[in-house]
């Protein structure tokens, strides 16, 4: 299977900003997505961006792909306790029919 | 509200026995999809049915079966092979008509052995 990866905590003080990285291995993905998951609780898409995309802006959010290196990024900024959750990236690739995730980022939100 | 309810919420399998997971969609999607979820791991796929009466088996089908029977229904059958059912199971779906739309999730099952 395609192999997304992405480092299993954050922790980041009230206010600052948050950024969590992911890679992936296929260069056929078509759209990336950012879920977010609180405790006992199914996932909640955030954001997505498409492959031809560099940036995304979405309030707090901004989503940044560089496709050469295959890297994504979530930035959150002035990051709240209520962030803290699980965040996973995502890709779909050309038939769209198949996700595959990463094994989810830990965010912790420092008072 | 349009949405994806998995029930029940915790569930408990004695040794040896069959338990079934219920997901029911009101999304008018085509394609559903069974999630397992261990702790500090993604997800992994199970099965999936892009079309009623048809499915496929995910990364780790072994000890798993599915029907789709309906639009509006994927359940999952943990069945006595599968020896390590103890997870959290998620279940999704998303349209196929090639469009943009992410998978929607439910709120997932919590399964345990007594």
């Known amino acids: 299977g395609e192999d997304v990866e992405q480092s299993l905590f954050l922790s980041v003080r009230e206010g600052d900003s948050s950024v969590i990285n992911c890679t992936y291995t296929?260069?056929?993905?078509?759209?990336l997505y950012w879920y977010k998951q609180e405790p006992g609780a199914g996932l909640q898409l955030l954001t997505y961006?498409?492959?031809?995309?560099d940036m995304k802006q979405d309030q707090r959010l901004t989503v940044l792909l560089n496709k050469k290196d295959k890297h994504l990024s979530l930035r959150i900024a002035d990051t709240q306790t209520g962030d803290s959750a699980i965040y996973f990236c995502?890709?779909?690739?050309?038939?769209?029919?198949?996700?595959?995730f990463g094994s989810g980022t830990k965010l912790n939100v420092k008072p | 509200d349009g949405g994806i309810t998995q029930s029940p919420k915790y569930l408990f399998r004695k040794e040896g026995q069959n338990v079934t997971l219920s997901c029911e969609q009101n999304l008018n999607h085509d394609a559903m999809y069974w999630y397992r979820q261990d702790p500090g791991q993604g997800l992994r796929l199970i099965y999936y049915s892009q079309i009623v009466n048809d499915f496929q088996k995910g990364d780790i089908a072994e000890g798993y079966s599915v029907s789709r029977e309906k639009k509006e229904s994927f359940p999952l059958t943990v069945t006595s092979a599968q020896k390590n059912p103890t997870a959290f199971y998620l279940c999704?779906?998303?349209?196929?008509?090639?469009?943009?739309?992410?998978?929607?999730f439910g709120d997932g099952t919590r399964l345990s052995i007594l």
């Open positions: 999704a779906s998303m349209p196929t008509d090639h469009s943009n739309q992410p998978q929607h």
């Open positions: 961006i498409f492959s031809n995309m």
């Open positions: 296929d260069s056929s993905s078509t759209y």
């Open positions: 995502a890709e779909s690739l050309y038939n769209f029919n198949k996700f595959y």
